[in-house]
């Protein structure tokens, strides 16, 4: 087009210009606008009085007769052309939440500027984010909801970025005004009479769950950047990924493995799951996350096979806040996808946990630099000190884990040993748990081999069972021989020491040696001193003299029925020599016995010292 056709038509839209006021409602129209399956039947001088874009394709068209134009790029499609068409008509549009971003790209995209009229489009938009969007939190968040399907319009102008930035500082300073609102109500010199409930400064939180992944990792990183509190975005991270992942949840992994939804479903998963670790805060035993949802976090990952630097992350992480974990936290489901001779749970990322826990060094960990001195002032190889303390809970989860997961028929007896030989001596004071979980897996694991037999009952330490524990291990007989034979040789050690008034030297030098000092593990020692046991010593100890006087009872009533029956029988068979030899060999045995607890041997009269001295401490172990 030449520069006098050029000229025309801007003479003829100058014309046009100055009759816009007037109702055109009765010209009939001369330019039809297609947006993908929409068509609108328009005049050329109303659009391109507000429209650079409209006004550039007339003037740059080779046919100035044209009468058709497409613009299926426009952001919004035929709602957003509609509105912006209308706002060119004269027509009063009402710009609101759910438009408001659709119109700005709109605007952009057809060029109504103030360069060709005021209070254009792109002005009335940007007027209402600037006062009534951006300086709020929630109306930010709806409209940058908006911005997803606007893209890449909405990235060019710059307003996902205004939006997040908007989100982020008015979050900081509410909770700004949030610490400022305490710090009044610590101080009682200053009146606030008429002051409004808190608002809890995690209220605009829930509604990010509306956001693609990618807008809520750039709030997220924007909002941390800016020093919102971890406690804070801990709470945001997990309604987002609650949200999130609720109906991708594979039913029934058995039917759709290997099919496009099982895929796709997994994939969805996985993708969340590893945004969302990585959105994690810095990691530290002192973590603002729960332990519920690292679990959580940690089953889903494992679930949709995430990468191993995800899985390994939410592992160390796990591991940190190990003995705040309960037995639902570890009870991680193996991803077996069907197969009938899987195991039920992965106790391969168990291991790896405690092992975490337990190879702790506590110089290197960044909360140690920020005790302060109450906390210094422990000691941390004492049973009251909070190293021990945490380290008594994590051989309790154990024992507790074990005696769950030895229900397992496909566990295979090295993965359960290693297990049960994962903790140090100090970890557990008494054994009984560990000997649960054992005795369970040997009852459900019958066909095991007599040396992986031997080296399971090996990690249970026969000195820390109970007086009950004692008894039943007595009589099991799915324990080895040799740990039959070591309980009741400890049994009787045990019942010795009592009865020869012995028994605090005994029980405080079995538990030091028990306690080793800090093995090169990095576990650390848990060392008990024997005043802190004393209480339960005494207890004990109790216990054990009621014992011994029931035994003695037990020992008078065999020693008389076998003396009768071997004078009944020697008396029927005075020649048979087997039968005198055997006696003989059975009353030493016997009499062997009845010296070691301090009793009289068979066939022998206690004379009156005996008597007394028997009735002495008859007397003073009842009591």
């Known amino acids: 087009m030449g520069l006098q056709d050029y000229a025309k038509q801007n003479i003829m839209i100058s014309k046009f210009l100055a009759l816009t006021s007037m109702p055109i409602s009765d010209v009939s129209s001369d330019v039809t606008i297609e947006i993908g399956a929409s068509s609108f039947a328009l005049h050329k001088f109303p659009l391109v009085s507000r429209s650079g874009r409209i006004r550039r394709l007339l003037i740059e068209a080779k046919d100035a007769t044209i009468s058709r134009m497409n613009l299926s790029l426009i952001p919004g499609g035929p709602e957003a052309f509609e509105l912006a068409a209308k706002f060119c008509y004269g027509i009063n549009i009402e710009i609101t939440l759910s438009n408001v971003a659709m119109l700005r790209c709109a605007a952009h995209f057809l060029e109504m500027t103030e360069e060709f009229v ?20 929630s109306n930010s968040i709806s409209v940058l909801h908006r911005c997803e399907c606007l893209w890449p319009v909405s990235e060019e102008i710059n307003l996902v970025n205004r939006l997040i930035n908007a989100i982020a500082n008015n979050a900081c300073k509410e909770q700004l005004a949030s610490g400022l609102l305490k710090l009044d109500h610590n101080f009682p010199m200053k009146t606030m009479p008429n002051i409004e409930p808190e608002t809890p400064s995690d209220w605009w939180g829930k509604s990010l769950s509306v956001l693609n992944l990618e807008f809520f990792q750039r709030v997220l990183t924007a909002v941390k950047s800016k020093g919102l509190k971890q406690d804070m975005i801990s709470k945001i991270l997990i309604n987002y990924t609650h949200n999130s992942l609720q109906g991708l949840v594979i039913r029934d992994p058995h039917i759709v493995r290997g099919s496009l939804l099982d895929m796709e479903l997994q994939k969805k998963q996985r993708v969340i799951v590893e945004a969302m670790v990585s959105l994690l805060p810095t990691q530290s035993r002192r ?111 154990l024992d507790t884990y074990l005696a769950e997961i030895a229900l397992d028929t496909n566990l295979l007896p090295s993965k359960f040993i ?97 306690f080793p000092q800090r093995s090169s593990s990095g576990a650390g020692s848990g060392a008990i001193s024997p005043r802190d046991n004393y209480a339960s010593v005494r207890l004990e100890n109790r216990e054990l003299k009621l014992e011994v006087a029931r035994m003695r009872m037990r020992l008078t009533d065999l020693e008389k029925d076998h003396v009768s029956m071997k004078q009944e029988l020697v008396r029927s068979h005075p020649a048979n020599k087997i039968f005198k030899s055997f006696t003989k060999k059975l009353s030493k045995q016997l009499n062997s ?23 002495r401490r008859r007397r003073h172990s009842i009591s």
């Not at 005795?439 to 031997?454: A, C, G, Q, T, W």
């Not at 068979?602 to 009156?608: F, Y």
Request: charged letters at 25%; hydrophobic letters at 35%; one cysteine or more.
């Open 593 to 615: 016995l009845f010296r070691i607890n301090n009793l009289k041997p068979i066939g022998s009269k206690p004379n009156a010292e005996s008597r007394f001295l028997f009735q």
């Open 418 to 514: 290693a297990l049960a030989e994962l903790l140090p001596d100090h970890a557990r004071i008494i054994s009984d748990g560990l000997y649960r979980a054992v005795d369970i897996f040997l009852k459900v694991h019958p066909n095991i081999k007599d040396s992986e037999r031997y080296r399971l009952c090996k990690t249970i330490d026969c000195q820390k069972l109970s007086q009950e524990a004692c008894s039943h291990a007595a009589q099991n007989e799915r324990l080895p021989v040799q740990m039959a034979v070591q309980v009741l040789y400890f049994e009787q050690i045990r019942l010795r020491s009592a009865m020869n008034g012995g028994h605090n030297q005994f029980f405080f030098g079995t538990i030091n040696s028990q």
């Open 118 to 137: 005021q209070k254009n489009l792109e002005a009335r938009t940007e007027a209402y984010l600037k006062d009534t969007v951006l300086p709020n939190i």
């Open 287 to 397: 973590s603002s996350v729960p332990m519920a949802f690292l679990s959580s976090l940690l089953k889903t990952a494992i679930a949709s096979s995430a990468s191993t630097s995800c899985r390994s992350d939410l592992e160390r992480r796990i591991g940190l806040l190990l003995d705040q974990a309960i037995l639902e936290d570890i009870l991680i489901p193996a991803n077996s996808y069907g197969n009938n001779h899987g195991t039920m749970y992965d106790t391969e990322s168990i291991l790896r946990i405690f092992s975490i826990f337990l190879n702790l060094d506590e110089d290197d960990d960044e909360d140690n630099r920020m005790r302060d001195e109450s906390e210094m002032a422990y000691d941390f190889d004492s049973p009251g000190s909070p190293k021990q303390s945490s380290i008594l809970k994590v051989s309790k989860l």
